[in-house]
């Protein structure tokens, strides 16, 4: 029955990347054919990992077998199938939505190309979570690279997307070998590429082969998850792709990365000793700060969303670092919060940031611009596109009773359980995750003020704000998908939590299933007792309060509301320019943490007679770009200056190319003669 | 059943006790401020007198306002009050105990700014502009140190008891470190301009 689902999900991509190029002239066909096989997929994907999520045995489908590599038998165990649903529910919502966005982003150029490498993009992001041989996920991760980058250089004629494209694709391709490195290292030493053989050998890996295994594949699934500091490529390439494509590669190709780190620390490379996690968790802790500072200078609205994403990834990785550091001290009850508390934040990003790209797509889509100076006053113009944004930004700044809230209160506990380690230092180091989560929590929720009260409330302050329409059904329907997600699983959280619950006992030994359930009450066993929580009484509490509220004040009879304009110190008019900018608004933490962001200012007066009467005045800030300029124009320097030296030997000179033939030869001639 | 019976009467005693109480709790610390400062300051049922005559008044509503400034009022007075009722100020036995601990207590007060600081910008007003850039400045900086508060067993020496006792008294209700969260909590936004950075 799963086998049979799972089939229709691959068979329905393929599909879905073939057909629409037979209509490749009429856009009015082959933009609805992809996406509507893409959809069958999502829904045959979510039906598929349901069933594995809750069935008891591991499902594997075999495509073809090779006499060299071994099989590609794609298999749904319980990580994989928790993948799978992340990425299948993502998908059907975008979609669905991606219909007529496309119609109007393609314009009058073929997007049947797009169709199919969207197409072939989730297919290739599903094969990389079930496939269980090294050689064959290489292969899937480099389709998924190469599919993702055509797609977000799809607008190739701006010279920006194509620098961004150029620049993901060879960050990528530096994670991609050190990943290649520790599959490699992993595989002589199984003797095989099949994953089932590199876990039964990893008990005899010698400590030093198994620590450079842990850095590299570190680099470079970190580099794919966009962890600070290889993060530099995520802020450029997700804003230059059409946004529902943005969507599926901040919400769910960027996990990617995440999987194969949970795979290999948590089923190759067991026992771990401690500082692994340490280490993961010092990074975690630097990327989730520092993506969400960024974030808050961003006034570009994809390219924040896209540094929510660096900060997400940190609090998930936050998970996978306390759970490597609580199973290495065989705390194992602690360590399943933990890896719980990861893979429920990384669903939870999934879906949330996946309604916030596709939100920041119905703006554009609607204004054509991103930039949210240019915007204001849309919840009018757009409410229903207003609301669901509101409620993504809710749930991305941790706010109850949504889903950012639910798992960011399970990172919490997994932290609290820290009294377990026995080192004072150790143990402090971790709890410095507390106030290192507390103030990214902040810091968001101010960063989704901005986002949202500049772009959507107050006064236009554009003409093409101003006459701004809301979207299509279909971008409605999507997004309201995910907004509903958002809720359900806060609300719901206690259903939910058993699953990724279920998934993290795979990987500890002696690990228990969820004790107690209670489907309006999270109640979870940690060091001091138990640990409760329950978003649903949040929620009727909080409608039934504010409705006792409303009736109550409502008591008194009818007062007398009063409409008017707001009060402006009494000059004639209520102007767009007199509101709030984002960069005003985030001005005062500009300062707070200028040590952070070194920011740069430049302004410039023109005046005639008098400075005191200007005749314009120009204001330009920017922040210093420390990892660009301290480590990549570094190492980039470096590189240059070494390929420098080794022209030396390519000197365009003929007689030289000779006299490099003939020493050849001469070499070669020693060689036979010996 | 009796004993949830018991367990409700006290829940909701408790409930109008914060309700009632807290406007007091606002015109103590205004006394103590303006103690301080040499001042005589205004009388201990101020917050009283204030709240009735704001509730006689009539409202003006900005015409560029959308529903977002009409409901802010109704969610931050929900928000705040559920915020105090988990936190338990005098009663050991709640009802509401299980709903969550002192994170879900910050995160929903987060709730309360985050509306408060929304509506600041509703209007188009740059003075309103000003208030909620300044009280998501604070409040994101604050909240690291109302964690830190909350979280302060964690860095004193006698790590383990410590540790233990706070969520023990976390875990049964009674709660002292609870009392300054609802003195904090509560006037923020009952009581007009006193914001979590004043008060501090």
């Known amino acids: 029955m799963t086998e049979a689902f799972f089939v229709v999900v691959l068979v329905a991509y393929l599909i879905g990347t073939v057909l629409p190029l037979v209509f490749y002239s009429n856009n009015r066909i082959n933009i609805p054919i992809a996406h509507a096989f893409a959809l069958i997929a999502s829904g045959a994907g979510i039906i598929a990992s349901v069933l594995a999520l809750t069935g008891a045995t591991a499902v594997t489908v075999t495509i073809f077998p090779s006499p060299v590599f071994g099989a590609t038998s794609l298999s749904l165990d319980g990580l994989s199938a928790f993948f799978l649903l992340t990425i299948?529910?993502?998908?059907?919502?975008?979609?669905?939505?991606?219909?007529?966005?496309?119609?109007?982003?393609?314009?009058?150029?073929?997007?049947?190309?797009?169709?199919?490498?969207?197409?072939?993009?989730?297919?290739?992001?599903?094969?990389v979570v079930t496939v269980d041989n090294a050689f064959y996920f290489v292969v899937f991760?480099?389709?998924?690279?190469?599919?993702?980058?055509?797609?977000?250089?799809?607008?190739?004629?701006?010279?920006?997307?194509?620098?961004?494209?150029?620049?993901?694709?060879?960050?990528?391709?530096?994670?991609?070998?050190?990943?290649l490195f520790s599959l490699i290292a992993l595989s002589v030493h199984a003797g095989g590429f099949s994953f089932a053989g590199f876990k039964a050998a990893q008990a005899s890996l010698p400590m030093g082969l198994k620590n450079a295994i842990f850095i590299s594949a570190l680099l470079g699934f970190s580099t794919k998850a966009g962890l600070v500091p290889l993060h530099v490529w995520l802020p450029r390439a997700h804003p230059a792709a059409p946004s529902h494509v943005s969507a599926l590669m901040s919400g769910v190709m960027i996990k990617t990365g995440i999987y194969g780190l949970i795979r290999v620390l948590f089923d190759f490379l067991s026992p771990t000793p401690w500082w692994w996690g340490l280490l993961i968790l010092i990074l975690a802790m630097v990327s989730a700060i520092l993506g969400v500072m960024y974030a808050l200078m961003e006034h570009d609205i994809k390219r924040l969303l896209a540094f929510h994403s660096v900060e997400n990834v940190g609090i998930i990785m936050m998970g996978v670092g306390l759970a490597v550091i609580f199973s290495s001290f065989g705390f194992v009850p602690a360590a399943l919060l933990s890896l719980t508390a990861a893979l429920f934040h990384l669903i939870n990003h999934a879906i949330f940031k996946g309604l916030l790209f596709l939100g920041a797509g119905s703006i554009q889509y609607s204004t054509g611009t991103k930039n949210i100076e240019e915007l204001g006053g849309l919840i009018k113009r757009m409410p229903t596109t207003a609301a669901l944004f509101l409620i993504g930004s809710l749930a991305i700044s941790a706010i109850p009773p949504f889903n950012g809230f639910a798992s960011e209160w399970l990172t919490f506990q997994s932290i609290l359980q820290a009294n377990l380690i026995g080192d004072v230092s150790l143990q402090l180091i971790v709890l410095l995750a507390v106030p290192a989560l507390a103030l990214t929590g902040g810091l968001a929720a101010t960063c989704f003020v901005k986002a949202f009260g500049i772009t959507f409330l107050s006064l236009p302050r554009s003409e093409r704000a101003a006459n701004a329409k809301e979207v299509p059904v279909p971008m409605l329907v999507g997004m309201a998908i995910l907004g509903l997600l958002c809720l359900a699983l806060g609300v719901g959280s206690p259903v939910f939590i058993p699953i990724p619950w279920h998934v993290a006992t795979?990987?500890?030994?002696?690990?228990?299933?969820?004790?107690?359930?209670?489907?309006?009450?999270?109640?979870?066993?940690?060091?001091?007792?138990?640990?409760?929580?329950?978003?649903?009484?949040?929620?009727?509490?909080?409608a039934v309060v504010s409705l006792a509220s409303v009736v109550l004040t409502g008591l008194r009879g009818k007062r007398s509301v009063t409409t008017g304009p707001t009060w402006d110190c009494g000059i004639p008019e209520v102007t767009p320019r007199m509101q709030y900018s984002a960069a005003a608004f985030t001005r005062p933490l500009k300062i707070v943490f200028s040590a952070i962001y070194q920011p740069r200012r430049q302004v410039e007066v023109e005046s005639e007679a008098s400075p005191y009467f200007p005749l314009s005045i120009s204001y330009e800030s920017s922040l210093y770009p420390v990892f660009e300029r301290q480590l990549y124009r570094r190492f980039i320097n470096t590189l240059v200056r070494m390929a420098r030296r080794a022209r030396m030997i390519q000197a365009g000179n003929i007689n030289l190319y000779l006299a490099y033939i003939f020493a050849t030869l001469v070499i070669l001639l020693v060689f036979v003669w010996r | 059943m009796e004993f949830l019976a018991q367990k409700i009467a006290i829940g909701i005693g408790q409930a109008l006790f914060v309700l009632l109480s807290a406007p007091l709790f606002t015109s103590l610390m205004k006394k103590?401020?303006?103690?301080?400062?040499?001042?005589?300051?205004?009388?201990?049922?101020?917050?009283?007198?204030?709240?009735?005559?704001?509730?006689?008044?009539?409202?003006?509503?900005?015409?560029?306002?959308?529903?977002?400034?009409?409901?802010?009022?109704?969610?931050?007075?929900?928000?705040?009050?559920?915020?105090?009722?988990?936190?338990?100020?005098?009663?050991?036995?709640?009802?509401?105990?299980?709903?969550?601990?002192?994170?879900?207590?910050?995160?929903?007060?987060?709730?309360?700014?985050?509306?408060?600081?929304?509506?600041?910008?509703?209007?188009?007003?740059?003075?309103?502009?000003?208030?909620?850039?300044?009280?998501?400045?604070?409040?994101?900086?604050?909240?690291?140190?109302?964690?830190?508060r909350a979280f302060c067993p964690c860095r004193c020496r006698r790590f383990d008891r410590l540790w233990r006792h706070y969520h023990k008294i976390t875990r049964d209700g009674a709660c002292v470190t609870g009392l300054p969260l609802t003195v904090h909590g509560v006037p923020d936004y009952s009581g007009g301009g006193d914001g979590p950075g004043a008060g501090r």
Request: glycine content about 8%; charged content about 10%; proline content about 3%.
């Open chain 2, 32 to 148: 103590v401020k303006a103690h301080f400062q040499c001042r005589f300051g205004p009388g201990l049922l101020q917050g009283y007198y204030d709240i009735w005559k704001l509730l006689k008044k009539d409202a003006v509503i900005s015409e560029h306002a959308s529903w977002v400034f009409k409901t802010t009022p109704y969610v931050v007075f929900s928000a705040t009050f559920i915020a105090a009722v988990i936190v338990p100020s005098f009663a050991v036995v709640l009802p509401t105990a299980g709903i969550g601990d002192a994170i879900i207590v910050i995160y929903l007060l987060g709730l309360a700014r985050f509306f408060t600081a929304i509506a600041g910008l509703d209007t188009g007003s740059s003075f309103g502009g000003m208030g909620s850039s300044r009280e998501m400045m604070i409040s994101s900086l604050c909240r690291t140190g109302y964690d830190d």
């Open chain 1, 141 to 179: 991760w480099e389709l998924m690279t190469l599919t993702s980058y055509f797609l977000v250089v799809f607008d190739y004629k701006k010279i920006q997307t194509a620098r961004a494209g150029f620049q993901y694709l060879v960050m990528t391709h530096v994670g991609t070998a050190f990943i």
């Open chain 1, 506 to 542: 795979s990987f500890f030994n002696g690990a228990s299933e969820m004790p107690s359930f209670n489907p309006l009450l999270l109640r979870l066993p940690n060091s001091q007792g138990h640990a409760s929580m329950s978003l649903l009484l949040v929620a009727a509490l909080l």
């Open chain 1, 88 to 127: 299948s529910l993502v998908s059907l919502a975008v979609s669905i939505y991606a219909t007529p966005y496309m119609v109007k982003t393609a314009g009058k150029r073929s997007a049947a190309g797009f169709g199919a490498l969207y197409n072939l993009f989730l297919l290739s992001l599903v094969m």
